[in-house]
């Protein structure tokens, strides 16, 4: 007699292509419905969408990022590191909810062009007035907040871009797999609640002797 235990173990025996081809609703079981067979043709396209849309859409955004990045690299060497002097002194450190480490006061710089320049600068609190701090300037001279792009950078991002993209792709992929299956559970209930519905009083009807 065959144990119901020894499935598990059939299973983990079975060659991979029976394997895949249930999984895909294409190994001929007759208990299958139209719409598993439906399920099964569904999953293997969004297979093979995956497997073709992500080899394509990850390299060309690569490439749009890269692009973007290396003109913005090229724009930004123009950029230059100079001392601005404070014109007042930052507020005193205090402790507290929501406290600062940096403020925004008047300062005086020179631009690249040796033009001087007045503004306002982050500065560290409890600063005083005449501490020179250094900011990244652009040709013009104004303050650009941050330190200029690098390729080493561009190269990151374009490596996070591309991995996002690819996992977008699966995302996407997988909630609309997940959409299916879930508009085909509501039709295999209705279908189940009305094969009950014809079958279930034959049952109720039998009766079974009083122990």
Known sequence: ????????????????????AGWIGADRNPLRRRMDRFEGTVRLILV???LIAAPLLAPAAGHQTEASGLRQVHHETSWRQVNA???????P????YGSMATFWVAARWRAPSGAARPGVNPARTGAQAGTKVSIWVD?????TGRHPMTVGMVKVRTALV????????????LALGGLVRLLLNRRRMAYW?????????RWSTRRWPRS
């Not at 007699?1 to 895949?20: A, I, K, Q, V």
């Open 139 to 143: 040709r013009a001279g104004r303050v």
């Open 193 to 201: 609640g009305i094969e009950w519905a014809c079958f279930g009083p």
């Open 1 to 20: 007699m065959r144990r119901t235990g020894d499935r598990s173990l059939n299973e983990t025996t079975r060659p991979l292509t029976r394997r895949f």
């Open 162 to 173: 591309e991995f996002l993209t690819v996992a977008g792709v699966a995302i996407v992929l």
């Open 93 to 96: 450190q205090y402790y507290g």
């Open 48 to 50: 093979l969408t995956f």
């Open 85 to 91: 002097v404070l014109l007042r002194s930052a507020p």
